[in-house]
T-cell receptor
Framework: NAGVTQTPKFQVLKTGQSMTLQCAQDMNHNSMYWYRQDPGMGLRLIYYSASEGTTDKGEVPNGYNVSRLNKREFSLRLESAAPSQTSVYFC???????????FGPGTRLLVL | GQQLNQSPQSMFIQEGEDVSMNCTSS?????WLWYKQEPGEGPVLLIALYKAGELTSNGRLTAQFGITRKDSFLNISASIPSDVGIYFCAGRRTGNQFYFGTGTSLTVIP
């Protein structure tokens, strides 16, 4: 099993550009999550999907949208990137929304 | 937003020494998790705790769910160079959102 995979690993954007971060898991987990990690801030939840067909806002949702494409895939979209969105983005999944989360390797995003 | 306070922020220790770190919150949590993150990687789960007072070990690692439910502790015995990384705590109250600590960076000097 690959676990949680994320693409791309690195991305550089100019302010105003859009992009989609992809995440997939092969553990048949119901719940999936997107976090951002900034220096000295720990991980902060952007959006999550408790089950296929549902999505909810987390702590820092502004400037982002998500799509739970199917049970395996959960994408994060930046419609108009801003320098404040420079961060490392982690996707995670868990068997249910009450269970331990398993993380992907991260996507490093730089917005100029 | 809710944030967990971890201390210390960083540690530099000699190989073979024991390590202690903790995580505190002003709120009560029902679940505590401890993760380790190595450079360029995502966090990897080390230990999960589900009951107040619970003490759980994973090899040289031992974690405790504080009796007040507002804190948790992680100890590493006889540290080795591969213990290097950032250790994060995470807590969950009711509901399905986990809150993460700011991390403790551990450096082990051979």
């Amino acid at each position: 099993n690959a676990g949680v995979t994320q693409t791309p690993k690195f991305q550089v954007l100019k302010t105003g550009q859009s992009m989609t971060l992809q995440c997939a898991q092969d553990m048949n987990h119901n719940s999936m999550y997107w976090y951002r990690q900034d220096p000295g801030m720990g991980l902060r939840l952007i959006y999550y999907s408790a089950s296929e067909g549902t999505t909810d806002k987390g702590e820092v949702p502004n400037g982002y949208n998500v799509s739970r494409l199917n049970k395996r895939e959960f994408s994060l979209r930046l419609e108009s990137a801003a320098p404040s969105q420079t961060s490392v983005y982690f996707c995670a999944s868990s068997e249910s929304d009450m269970e331990t989360q398993y993380f992907g390797p991260g996507t490093r995003l730089l917005v100029l | 937003g809710q944030q967990l306070n971890q201390s210390p922020q960083s540690m530099f220790i000699q190989e073979g020494e024991d390590v202690s770190m903790n995580c505190t919150s002003s709120s009560i949590f029902n679940t505590w998790l401890w993760y380790k993150q190595e450079p360029g990687e995502g966090p990897v789960l080390l230990i999960a705790l589900y009951k107040a007072g619970e003490l759980t070990s994973n090899g040289r690692l031992t974690a405790q769910f504080g009796i007040t439910r507002k804190d948790s502790f992680l100890n590493i015995s006889a540290s080795i160079p591969s213990d290097v990384g950032i250790y994060f705590c995470a807590g969950r109250r009711t509901g399905n959102q986990f809150y993460f600590g700011t991390g403790t960076s551990l450096t082990v000097i051979p």
